[in-house]
């Protein structure tokens, strides 16, 4: 199918259509999802030579991948690609990544601005002192971040979820349980996510009066090995008497090394630990097949990649412009490996205002 016979189609001008395909602002959002729906229903591909020379933009959107030795490409970040890509795909946008080890990362971008070769880029694994925020605004490079930096703030675009909330909410259903000694494993505090989480966790535990040092809090890489070898320590080093009841964890990756280590030490879930973990959302790894079903917050990954997708392009096309910040609530998602804290451990304590309301 050509242009014309698009237009046809849906009844209108040949140009109405072609900007609606390249996002243009003036054409309402009602009529622009008409179009692209119509286009991906009857297979309609434009020139993309032709598309780049009447826009000026290379129809295409980035990602400077981190390289090296010590870095992983894990599944997080493959799901969130294929959120991304799929959308990508419906607004016949290309995907380009930009290999780069940490220290050459400010290279990488700067090479992306002087070739002109993508429209804009998104940011992800933002650090609590996020340096290129302002990089990327000095290179006018239209942007939009995968989470929020401690420093700055405010001021830019990003979709982020509710971690704070999500670990708050995650913490007082232990505490509400009677969990007075509780463990997080936590992704690595170099990233932002991982100090909202933290926070969350700390407020809860505020909020009913627990002492911070009755939380044992582990930083790693979130991977089955380090919740494996953390496990080991919290449960098989420690005395019975003062080992947690009440597990966090940062990923469904993890706590797989966590309930592989507990059931090496024959602690069962939830008589002897409880275990609430955050889920992804992943389509090969899911929380309710585990042998005890895992109480979970919840946000789907993939969802958020095809979000940043769809809104870079609008900011990309003038479609969006104000630097909005979109933060998704998170489910909990309770399931039988929460219960009770073990009698003989519990600690009576008065339920805070914040609870009972």
Known sequence: MNLKQLSELLELSQTTVSRALNGYPEVNEKTRRRVLEAAQQHGYKPNSNARKLATGRAGSIGYVLPVGRNVDLDPHFVEFLSGMGEHAMMRDVDLSL??????????????????????????????????????????????????????PSDGYACVDIDNEGAFHDAARLLLQLGHQRLAYINGDMEFAFAVHRLNGVKRAMAAYGVPMDRLA????????????????????????????????????????????ALTHLGLSLPDDVSIITHDDVFPFLKPERFSVPLTTTRSSIRAAGARICERLVDIISGVETDPVQEIWPVELIVRASTGPAPAERRIVRKRPAEAAE
Do not use: C, W
């Open 98 to 151: 930009t290999p780069a080890s940490y220290e050459r990362e400010s290279e990488a971008y700067r090479r992306i601005a002087a070739s002109r070769s993508v429209d804009g880029v998104y940011l992800s694994s933002m650090r609590s002192d996020e340096k290129r925020i302002g990089l990327v605004r000095e290179l006018r490079l239209p942007f939009l971040a995968h989470g929020r930096a401690q420093l």
């Open 217 to 260: 809090h582990h930083s790693a890489a979130m991977n089955e090995e380090n919740g494996y070898r953390i496990a080991m320590t919290l449960f098989g080093e420690t005395s019975p008497a003062t080992r947690p009841t009440g597990v966090l964890s940062a990923s469904m990756f993890t706590t797989l090394g966590v309930v592989r």
